[in-house]
């Protein structure tokens, strides 16, 4: 897989026009399927602040009450209120589609629910530039498969730092790549140590040698593969505490050598094949992985398992555990799925973390998967 790999870039948010663009988003594909209506009105009426249900237009006040209190929103004058408010309805609407694309998970009002698709592209995505694997790209050695654990969580091994929030910046390239690093870290010293996405915003220019212009480029996109790279190539990571982030890539380089926290042994890339996925998280630690978000923007929590999802990748995340036991009221049967670490702070999602089924490679997320080692001696 690793060479053709066409990659988009790997920025934060790029939901609402790519989703536009495709015709699933007006269409009710849900009638007829898992009984219809009648089975998702059952799903959406059962509440909840954030919950976008039957009569969420209704009370729009309501939410937008809740949502200015929750998120500290305030605007300035009334009609950039008023403006804000009719954004919001219209994301509303647009929960409300994503709810019936995706019943087991929980659609609804999320921190980015006053944005309009056009502010969201402008704020969080930068310039849209094409993206590959490395063609140097290592492939990971297959493991066996058996005796894996039937749920496992680095979370509960030490091995993941909190949450952290990227803001109004498409680095989310940098944030996977440091949840990998600090991952492997831990298992190689002992140490749970946060990691500067800083440094690969400021530091990281790393190019894909076979198509000219491609490149790390901080607020702007990334890849993880070319993070690793750089990261090998510079010596390794500083700590959060000595390069904290700023959520912006205006300001030069100020890697010092002599702190490096962390340094990458070697990396690769994971076939496409759920078990190797699983079994290279087990035994290396959480793996960085790309994604499409589109049903991020509106994700609530639950296991998202999108009746149609791009496989085009927007979004960088970390891979951190599975499970089976998951919220799933219309098939009534427990449905897999991966864990997963975003970089949008800890009030998004499922205290900042996203489930979504495993399965045919759902929204890509088998697509572009990289397991790393870190070298023992941080010093
Ligand atoms: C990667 O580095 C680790 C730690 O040094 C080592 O154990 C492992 O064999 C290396 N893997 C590859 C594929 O070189």
Redesign the pocket.
Same mark, same amino acid.
């Given at each position: 897989m690793a060479s053709r790999f066409s990659l988009l870039f790997l920025t934060s948010l790029f939901i609402a026009t790519s989703f536009r663009s495709s015709a699933a988003d007006d269409t009710d594909v849900t009638s007829g399927v898992d009984g219809g209506d009648l089975l998702i009105r059952q799903v959406v009426d059962h509440g909840g602040d954030d919950f976008v249900g039957e009569n969420s237009l209704l009370n729009a006040d309501h939410h937008f009450s809740i949502f200015k209190r929750k998120f500290g929103k305030a605007y300035a004058t009334q009609e950039e209120h008023d403006r804000r408010f009719s954004v919001f309805k219209a994301n509303l609407r647009r929960a409300r589609r994503h709810q019936k694309l995706d019943p087991s998970a929980v659609h609804g009002v999320t921190q980015f629910s006053d944005l309009t698709p056009r502010e969201f592209k402008r704020q969080f995505l930068g310039v849209n530039r094409k993206l590959r694997l490395p063609s140097d790209a290592?492939k *990971?050695?297959i493991l066996p498969t058996n005796d894996l654990p039937k749920d496992f969580d680095w979370r509960d091994h030490g091995a993941v730092t909190p949450v952290k929030n990227q803001g109004s910046c498409g680095s989310c390239w940098s944030f996977s790549t440091t949840g990998a690093l600090e991952g492997a870290n831990f298992l *190689?010293t002992g140490n749970l140590e946060s990691l500067s996405e800083q440094q690969l915003v400021d530091c990281d220019h790393e190019c894909d040698p076979e198509e000219k212009g491609s490149c790390d480029s901080g607020c702007s996109g990334g890849l993880m593969n070319s993070a690793l790279e750089y990261t090998l190539k510079a010596g390794g990571l500083m700590r959060e505490e000595d390069y904290p982030y700023t959520g912006t890539d205006r300001g030069a380089c100020k890697f010092d050598k002599n702190k490096i926290a962390a340094k990458v *042994?070697?990396?690769?890339v994971v076939s496409l094949d759920e078990e190797q996925i699983a079994a290279n998280l087990v035994k290396n630690g959480p793996l960085a992985v790309a994604i499409n978000a589109v049903f991020m923007q509106t994700y609530i929590g639950g296991v998202s398992c999108p009746f149609i999802c791009s496989k085009r990748l927007d979004h960088g995340v970390l891979l951190v555990g599975y499970g089976e036991a998951g919220y799933s009221p219309i098939r009534l049967k427990e449905k897999p799925y991966w864990i997963i670490k975003n970089s949008w702070g800890e009030k998004w999602g499922e205290k900042g973390y996203y489930k979504i089924c495993r399965g045919p490679n759902v929204c890509g997320v088998d697509s572009l998967v990289s397991t790393v @080692?870190? @070298?023992?001696t941080s010093q």
């Open positions: 290592q *990971a050695p *190689a *042994a070697n990396f690769s @080692a870190a @070298a023992s």
